[in-house]
């Protein structure tokens, strides 16, 4: 098995450093090394070495023992160690050939990093991200039931890396996939910045005339209890057969494995850290829900609103690939202090989204500031940072104060969609009256006329009612 | 009665993995309260398992065959022991320091090597019992030992891992958890296969459950220390019997075990001498007879039917009369087959399955059965089974039996077998192997120092053995200091003699024996804490109460939370001057009872010193009223 001799082995001390790389030259070993390692008290473990991640101790050799377990051994304790053989982990799943069938739709998927599908290497514990169609359908079988895929790897990021360019990109592909004919597109995309993308790209991809499903998962899916696999097959077949020709985000409904929502792109929010039903439709309902087993009519999806865009193959997209980067959103604070404002200006940004409290204030003090930051150019829109209700600036004199200021209220649209718009407003024009026009007027329900009272719905847990509802449903 | 077997000659070998809930406050990875349990909920989840493939994109065998049974996982959660973190939606805080400390503890005491660098590892198990899919574990010492019946019994590891859900009900496709438990921490102490018969075994869990008692930092009660056994014997396979409640009913399950390898060795032999000699030789053909038992007057055939489902003979060829070869005593390899089926194919109406052989007596049988052999047609040599239920659990059912008689041709499959009462077994799953397990990479490593081993050492209770050593020089029972080392009593009496200098016999026999006779007769002396002890036993040393009074003083503190002092008062026990009690003992009239008959000299002054340690109660010590007596006695003959 020892097939490259040691000292030729590239990878040899992936993240060791100090007196463990010393323990790695002394006894010539390295990563991947199947080794039996005896420490200074006569114990003995064999097992592979692992890598060692960078901000790790550099003490410790971490040994994955062959009866399952991790260990770290203190390199100065090492008595003997030497190398049983040498196997590189092979970060590769062997493909299988997607089936085609040409009865069944054709669904893209494009991929911009996090890992929707997986498998493990269980010798070294690496988790092998699955992406081809082959591997897909060698980790989600169940996929080629549902539509005939083709899969994109435009880039691949955390989402937290995801930026203007990968949002113009990504906005550029899809147009090119509608282009080619596809019944519906999917993007798979890590969750922490998922609701952004899915806004700008309600703003770049318009009039599209099949689905755009944003779909993720909140638990990784090398776990046996992972949302990744249904939350997948749930997005491939909203691509495939939902009637709804929007940018949507295909996530857990209830924390159970039950259904997904689809949440229009402009209205959704990530409102838990971990929880895998994360996602919520603000000040709205979500659009529709669609789960793996169909319903007593034969279909997947049950429609939670006739306020939808259908699908229609003869519409043509519109796509507009633009996005001003000097724009900011400021969360107010009652402390907070005229100079950032200031700063922001010199520094060159064109545009800022305040979410500031209640029906969307700031106070007095940085007046001046946001004056004169208007007067140099720069675009304020108001937002509320209770996330549910309207920017009603005419309420209040402090309000009224604002406005004449300038600052543009955003009625109920969320922050980080007013941000993306604004963004990719100020792409477009410099025209201060254009600019306010287009931030105004909504283009796909990032402004809604009016607000259900369905549409803001957080239960209080602990009240007797609540329980009583709550006891009877799966969460 | 057991069957005989020959543990020596059939090459019987055992080794334990002993799980023991540590006394924690929090649970490993959470901050929700160990150790309360609930039978209420408030809330419900429902979730599935998904096998993730490994490398070479083969499922591991455990991981396949749950999946195999699509089974619906509801799990019960009340917010008073659970959080997010037990339900899966949140990611685990950091790993619970105390817990650790008390392995590494556990690791002194068995002379372990511990781990420089602690790491969380996931282990798979797709039953449903944790909602994540996989146990957080990791090793904390290796290489152990624990003094055995004058050799060393071997410890391979201890790793602390988070406690499972405990189970409601499984029926079906569909199973029950409860929550409260999950997450509790617990070790896992594995012995080498060291173990050569049942008593051995019994012998071993009790040790390891006396090193874990000296800590006094485990839980106790039902369910705080589980125990699997692994057995095999030679050409057999390691099977683990899950669940071994408590030391005694090891003797019977590993024996019981003991037999099953034998016999299904033998049932090995048979079928190679049918031809049999592979895996692969063995068929089965599931046939549709359901229109056969249409009519037939079977309750548990007709609901099958009514329900949507159907009957299918699998016939099984060459392989007459094999199930109803013994394996464990009174029960065959058909019990074999209907384990596999309830759990896998999720078929768990009695009776499972039915030989052909041994179908029950229903009017028109003979019909049936003639019909059913028209249409299955078996062979001289053919044997065939009746299942019933959904269709495609039969389908499933008919390869479990397939894979079973297959698995019979090369011997003894790794199982984990469930203990039931009686000493039986019965299939639970396919063992599972190290490549179910891989990093979790949501908690960091846990570095464990030298100053913190140091540290614990210092405090480090002695071990069992080195009580139970010199507790014989004390003469103690071994019985008692046995119970004193389980109950925690022990840490009191070491206590006791340091701090009085009190007779460690003494000590050890109310603590050990009088002490427990006030508890059985429900007098709450568990309230009574090393202190409480020390200061009952301070009185004795200073020579102010009679030995005699201990267990009076111990009532009358746990019942009334008084001191031990106030408690002497209360009872008016102090010990006086013998020229007080000596007059007392005159004036009282023992000349009346001088008259009664008595068959000795030593019976009448046994009789005369009970009635005067009576009368003097708490004032005087009984051995110097005995002497006093015996003085009298002489003179007045």
């Known amino acids: 098995m020892t097939s490259i001799p040691i000292t030729e082995r590239t990878d040899r001390f992936q993240g060791y450093r100090g007196a463990a790389r010393a323990a790695f030259e002394q006894h010539g070993i390295g990563v991947w090394s199947e080794v039996e390692i005896v420490n200074d008290r006569g114990s003995s473990f064999v097992g592979v070495v692992l890598p060692r991640s960078e901000n790790a101790d550099d003490l410790h050799i971490v040994v994955k023992l062959f009866n399952g377990y991790n260990v770290g051994i203190r390199a100065d304790r090492i008595a003997s160690a030497r190398e049983l053989g040498y196997r590189k982990a092979s970060y590769k799943i062997p493909e299988k050939d997607f089936p085609f069938d040409p009865k069944k739709k054709n669904v893209t998927l494009l991929g911009t990093g996090g890992t929707i599908a997986s498998r493990l290497d269980y010798r070294t514990g690496a988790v092998i991200p699955a992406f081809t169609p082959g591997e897909l359908y060698g980790a989600v079988p169940e996929l080629a039931d549902i539509a005939n895929l083709t899969t994109k790897k435009l880039f691949g990021v955390f989402s937290e890396n995801m930026g203007p360019e990968e949002y113009k990109t990504l906005a550029i592909a899809i147009g090119e996939e509608i282009e080619k004919g596809c019944d519906g597109i999917v993007v798979g995309h890590g969750t922490d910045t998922m609701a952004h993308t899915a806004a700008i790209l309600s703003f770049m991809v318009q009039n599209s005339p099949v689905p755009i499903v944003v779909v993720g998962s909140q638990r990784s899916s090398d776990r046996p209890s992972s949302d990744a696999a249904l939350n997948l097959m749930n997005a491939v077949r909203t691509a495939a057969e939902c009637d709804i020709a929007e940018v949507m985000i295909c996530m857990f409904g209830p924390t159970s494995d039950n259904y997904d929502l689809l949440h229009r792109g402009t209205r959704c929010r990530k409102m838990h850290s971990s929880y895998r039903s994360t996602f919520r439709t603000i000040g709205a309902t979500p659009l529709a829900t669609v789960s793996r087993y169909p319903n007593e009519d034969g279909s997947h999806f049950t429609y939670l609103t006739d306020d939808i865009v259908r699908r229609d193959k003869s519409r043509k997209p519109v796509i507009t690939p633009v996005f001003e980067e000097k724009v900011t959103i400021q969360y107010y604070y009652p402390n907070f202090k005229p100079d950032i404002i200031d700063g922001l200006s010199a520094m060159g940004y064109r545009g800022m989204v305040i979410a500031g409290t209640g029906l969307g204030h700031v106070n007095k003090p940085i007046y001046p500031a946001i004056r004169r930051a208007i007067e140099k150019g720069m675009t304020v829109v108001m937002t509320v940072q209770t996330l549910w209700g309207f920017a009603q600036m005419y309420v209040y004199d402090t309000g009224r104060d604002l406005l004449d200021l300038g600052i543009i209220p955003m009625d109920n649209m969320l922050p980080e969609t007013a941000y993306v718009k604004l963004g990719w407003v100020l792409g477009q024009t410099d025209d201060p009256q254009k600019i306010r026009e287009m931030m105004t007027t909504p283009i796909n329900h990032e402004i809604t006329p009016r607000e259900p009272h369905n549409g803001y719905l957080i239960l209080q847990g602990g009240l007797p009612e609540v329980e009583a509802f709550v006891q009877k449903h799966w969460k | ?637």
């Not at chain 2, 649970?27 to 150790?35: D, H, I, N, S, T």
């Not at chain 2, 996982?73 to 973190?85: A, E, G, K, Q, S």
């Not at chain 2, 099953?260 to 068929?283: A, K, N, V, Y």
């Not at chain 2, 039915?354 to 040599?381: D, H, I, T, W």
Request: glycine fraction near 8%; hydrophobic fraction near 40%; proline fraction near 5%.
């Open chain 2, 1 to 637: 009665m057991l069957e005989p077997l020959d543990y020596d000659a059939v090459g019987l070998i055992s080794g334990l993995e002993v799980h023991q809930q540590l006394l924690t406050q929090h649970k490993l990875f959470c901050r929700c309260p160990a150790g309360l349990y609930t039978e209420t909920h408030d809330g419900e989840v429902l979730r599935h398992m998904r096998p993730t493939l490994s490398e070479l994109g083969e499922y591991d065998g455990t991981a396949l065959m749950e999946f195999k049974t699509k089974k619906e996982i509801i799990y019960l959660l009340n917010h008073l022991n659970v959080c997010t973190y037990e339900m899966d939606d949140t990611p685990p805080f950091l790993v619970n320091q105390d817990a650790i400390d008390v392995s590494i503890e556990l690791c002194l005491m068995m002379q372990m090597d511990i781990i420089d660098e602690v790491h969380i590892a996931r282990k798979q198990y797709l039953d449903g019992s944790i909602p994540t899919g996989f146990q957080r574990t990791a090793i904390v010492g290796v290489n152990g030992i624990l003094p055995f019946r004058g050799r060393d019994l071997t410890i391979t590891h201890l790793s602390v891992e988070e406690d499972s859900c405990r189970e409601v009900r499984d029926s079906g496709h569909q199973i029950v958890w409860r929550t409260d438990r999950l997450g509790m921490p617990l070790t896992e102490t594995v012995t080498g296969p060291d173990l050569r018969t049942p008593d051995e075994v019994r012998e071993a869990i009790l040790l390891c459950g006396l090193v874990a008692r000296s800590t006094g930092r485990v839980r106790t009660g039902i369910g705080a220390s589980r125990q699997d056994v692994n057995v095999s014997v030679r050409g057999g396979n390691r099977v683990e019997i899950k669940g071994v409640p408590r030391a005694g009913y090891a003797v019977k399950l590993v024996h019981n075990e003991g037999i099953r390898q034998h016999r299904l060795l033998q049932l090995r032999e048979e079928l190679h001498r049918r031809g049999f000699t592979t895996p692969d030789s063995i068929r089965v053909e599931p046939i549709d007879v359901s229109d056969v038992f249409a009519g037939a007057d079977l309750g548990f055939i007709r609901r099958a039917l009514d329900a949507g489902g159907r009957v299918f003979a699998v016939k099984a060829f060459g392989l007459a009369g094999l199930a109803q070869w013994a394996t464990q005593p009174d029960t065959t390899f058909l019990d074999e087959l209907s384990g596999r089926i309830r759990v896998i194919a999720c078929l768990d109406q009695p009776p499972v399955v039915l030989s052909s052989a041994l179908l029950p007596q229903f009017p028109g049988k003979y019909r049936v059965v003639e019909r059913l052999r028209k249409r299955v047609k078996p062979g001289e040599r053919d044997d065939f089974f009746i299942v019933f239920g959904p269709e495609e659990d039969c389908r499933t059912a008919a390869n479990e039996i397939r894979i079973r008689f297959a698995e019979a041709t090369e011997g003894v499959p790794k199982e984990t077998r469930q203990a039931l009462t009686g000493g039986f077994t019965t299939f639970e799953r396919i063992l599972p192997g190290p490549d179910r397990m891989y990093p979790d990479t949501d908690s960091p490593p846990t570095r464990i120092t030298d100053e913190r081993v140091a540290e614990i050492r210092a405090r480090l209770k002695p071990t069992p053995w080195a009580r139970m050593e010199r507790y014989a020089t004390w003469r103690v029972p071994e019985e008692t200091t046995t119970f004193l080392i389980r109950k925690g009593g022990a840490e009191i009496v070491d206590a006791v003699v340091e701090k009085t200098g009190v007779d460690g016999l003494v000590a050890a026999i109310e603590i050990g024996q009088r002490a427990k006779a006030l508890r059985r007769a429900g007098i709450p002396v568990e309230r009574l804490g090393q202190a409480e002890w020390v200061s009952v036993f301070d009185l004795l040393a200073d020579g102010r109460i009679a030995r005699e009074t201990v267990p009076v003083i111990a009532t009358r503190m746990a019942e009334d939370s008084l001191t031990a002092a106030d408690a002497a008062t209360a009872e008016g026990i102090a010990i006086v001057d013998r020229r007080q009690w000596l007059p007392q003992l005159d004036q009282l009239s023992m000349d009346g009872y001088l008259k009664e008959k008595c068959d000795s000299p030593e019976k009448q002054l046994r009789f005369l010193a009970g009635k005067a340690v009576d009368a003097l109660r708490g004032r005087a010590p009984a051995k110097e009223i005995a002497e006093a007596l015996r003085e009298k006695l002489r003179l007045t003959k």
